[in-house]
Nanobody, 125 residues
């Protein structure tokens, strides 16, 4: 079993920055691929970014490319999402997710077995 806890959300003005962190606990979590997803009010949850267990491969949604950066520290079992140039459209609950060995595309939420409780990000205009 893997537990994920997100932190770092809050209220920020447009153009500002926030850094989200996801702390993972459980057996062999450093071998899990990690993703960030978000869900805005009255919208479906959508992919934001993923990073493979080694940290070598990352991918981003087009809407955040060039503004967000995903990273991980396997010694600390944390996965961060650095968000810059934030826009009101980035307002959402942000979730981290972990995938361990399950086949599937890492940009699809059904690929992930474990989810955090989410952290709210609100960007004011």
């Amino acid at each position: 079993q893997v537990q994920l806890v997100e932190s770092g959300g809050g209220l920020v003005q447009a153009g500002g920055s926030l850094r989200l962190s996801c702390a993972a606990s459980g057996r062999a979590v450093s071998t899990y691929d990690m993703g960030w997803f978000r869900q805005a009010p009255e919208k479906e949850r959508e992919f934001v970014a993923f990073i493979t267990w080694s940290g070598i491969t990352t991918r981003y949604a087009d809407s955040v490319k060039g503004r967000f950066t995903i990273s991980r520290d396997n010694a600390k079992n944390t996965t961060d999402l650095q968000m810059s140039s934030l826009e009101p459209e980035d307002t959402a609950i942000y979730y981290c997710a972990a995938r361990g060995g399950r086949p599937g595309v890492l940009s699809r939420q059904e690929t992930y077995q474990y989810w955090g409780q989410g952290t709210q990000v609100t960007v004011s205009s």
